[in-house]
């Protein structure tokens, strides 16, 4: 995933740094952005990346609690959401799977969105 150039418009938190620091022990997505694009709303993506197999439902998990502290993290404000897999390929039993999970952020729920390694944050889609 390529990052949006200016980057005093975004923030990216490690999810496994999140982990350590703020003793949060449940499986979370390896990165949460919080985007504000030039004169737009606050956007908020929870990030799985994946180069081999994988299964669904836990990287279903990773991204619904990576939501969560999002949420946490928010406070009163509000955003735009949407998860994603970054990937390299995908078998299609787990396409399949993937289709049918939804992630919450408070009022929104939406689809996991796969998005082949390399595109840019542009390439997803808020909604």
């Known amino acids: 995933m390529l990052l949006p150039a200016d980057n005093r418009q975004w923030l990216c938190l490690s999810g496994t740094k999140y982990q350590a620091h703020h003793g949060y022990s449940?499986?979370?997505?390896?990165?949460?952005?919080?985007?504000?694009p030039r004169g737009g709303s606050l956007h908020v993506a929870t990030l799985e990346l994946k180069s081999g197999s994988f299964r669904a439902g836990s990287v279903g998990d990773q991204l619904q609690n990576g939501a969560n502290v999002a949420d946490l993290l928010l406070g009163?404000?509000?955003?735009?959401?949407?998860?994603?897999?970054?990937?390299?390929?995908?078998?299609?039993?787990e396409t399949r799977?993937?289709?049918?999970?939804?992630?919450?952020?408070?009022?929104?729920?939406e689809l996991i969105q796969p998005i082949r390694s390399g595109q840019p944050t542009s390439s997803i889609d808020w909604g």
């Open 26 to 36: 449940s499986k979370l997505c390896d990165f949460i952005l919080f985007w504000e």
């Open 97 to 109: 799977k993937l289709k049918s999970l939804r992630i919450r952020l408070r009022s929104a729920s």
């Open 76 to 93: 009163a404000a509000s955003a735009k959401f949407a998860p994603a897999l970054i990937h390299n390929g995908i078998k299609t039993q």
